[in-house]
């Protein structure tokens, strides 16, 4: 198959681009390297794709690309590229997250009625839910976004399911729970907690830290996506793509402290506009209609990220 994977040099795309690679398939990867987290960083995201066959890069935009030349001779797109962070979306910033989520969804989702493609699967998000009405949250239960980036992801999402009832469009949208593991985005948690442990740094917990999250290791997120172009029919709405796990931050702290044997400083700062107390997806959707679950814990995950944060380190000296 010819993929087209939105914002290959993200975290997420990366890594999904290096898994299509390596089953085989042809890829083009678009990225802009927004200014969001340094772009050196995604370059280096990108250092064992570039130049490997099967792998093509595409600088482009998606606000003002070429979508139709972008989408020809491609079976399934991997939509990712996305502004991310819930807590940066608010006031002057919001007309970034309306354009590169929702603009640059639209965008794509024409092109892909003058050049059709098989399937389109979205990297949607938890954060349409807001604070749920109940845990483990329902794919048909209410979204009600607690902050503006939540507000675009959603809005895209409706986008896509829209498109598809006009126009035909084979789509799926994926809600991914805070994804984890090596070359997570710097401004992440779980990131910024290894980080502080190995480098002996203080970290800033929002609030009192017993926030919950449903955290997703990133290979389960790339398996999710792979089962979605995967299947004949696309199901019927969105999917929820998550661990299986509550974990809260202080729990979280504990658990990256007893793994890297070192202690963590921790200073307490607001509770942040945006976040949610606690996050939690049921993946039994994702069970019945991908044939997908998730397959690393929390405590695996950690140890295959603490040791790529302690392999990156010695690389730099
Ligand atoms: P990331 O910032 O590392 O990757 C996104 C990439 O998209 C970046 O490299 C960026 O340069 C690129 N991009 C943004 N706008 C673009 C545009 N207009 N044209 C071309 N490229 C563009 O973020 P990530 O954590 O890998 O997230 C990937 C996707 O998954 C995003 O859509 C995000 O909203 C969604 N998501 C992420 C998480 C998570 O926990 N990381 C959870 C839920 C949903
Ligand atoms: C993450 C991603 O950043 C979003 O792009 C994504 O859409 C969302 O998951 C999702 O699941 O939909 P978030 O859950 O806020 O958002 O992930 P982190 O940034 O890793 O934060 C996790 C928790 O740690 C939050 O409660 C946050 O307040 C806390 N945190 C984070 C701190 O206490 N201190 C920090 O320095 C960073």
Redesign the pocket.
């Known amino acids: 198959m010819k993929a087209l994977v ?8 990366s890594h999904l681009c290096e898994a299509l690679v390596a089953a085989g398939h042809e890829v083009v990867g ?5 200014p ?2 340094d ?1 050196s960083a ?1 370059r280096a ?1 990108l250092a064992d794709l570039v130049g490997r066959p099967g792998f093509e890069l595409r600088e ?4 003002t ?1 070429d979508v139709d030349a972008l989408l020809e001779g491609v079976d399934t797109v991997f ?6 962070g819930v807590r940066l979306s608010w006031d002057r910033d919001f007309a970034v997250y309306v ?3 929702v603009l ?1 969804t639209q965008r794509l989702l024409e092109g892909m009625r003058r050049v059709p493609v098989r399937r389109l699967v979205y ?5 349409v839910y807001g604070n749920a009405e109940r845990y483990p949250t329902l794919e048909t239960d209410l979204p009600r976004p607690y902050s503006p ?1 939540g507000v675009t ?1 959603l809005a895209a999402e409706h986008l896509c399911f829209a498109y598809a009832a006009n126009w035909g469009h084979s789509v799926v949208a994926l ?6 593991g090596p070359r ?2 710097p401004d ?1 948690g779980i990131r910024r907690f290894v980080d502080a442990a190995l480098d002996g740094t203080p970290v800033t917990v929002h609030g009192d830290g017993e926030q919950v999250r449903d955290f ?1 290791y990133v290979d389960d997120v790339v398996a999710a996506n792979l089962a979605a172009a995967a299947v004949e029919e696309p199901p019927a709405g969105a999917v929820n793509v998550a661990g299986g796990g509550s974990v809260s931050v202080n729990e979280l702290l504990a658990t990256i402290e007893e793994l890297t044997g070192r202690r963590i400083d921790r200073r307490h700062d607001a509770a942040q506009p945006g976040d949610v107390r606690r996050t939690g997806g049921s993946i039994e959707a994702a069970r019945r209609t991908l044939g997908w679950a998730p397959s690393v814990g929390v405590r695996e995950g950690l140890a295959r990220q603490i040791a790529w944060s302690r392999a990156t380190r010695a690389v730099r000296g």
Request: charged share 15%.
């Open positions: 939105t914002g290959a040099a993200g975290f997420i795309g678009v990225d802009c390297f927004t969001y987290y772009p995604k995201n482009a935009d998606l606000r690309a939509h990712q590229a996305g502004q991310p354009e590169h989520n640059a990297a949607s998000s938890s954060s980036y992801k809600r991914y729970f805070t994804v984890y997570q985005r992440m997703t």
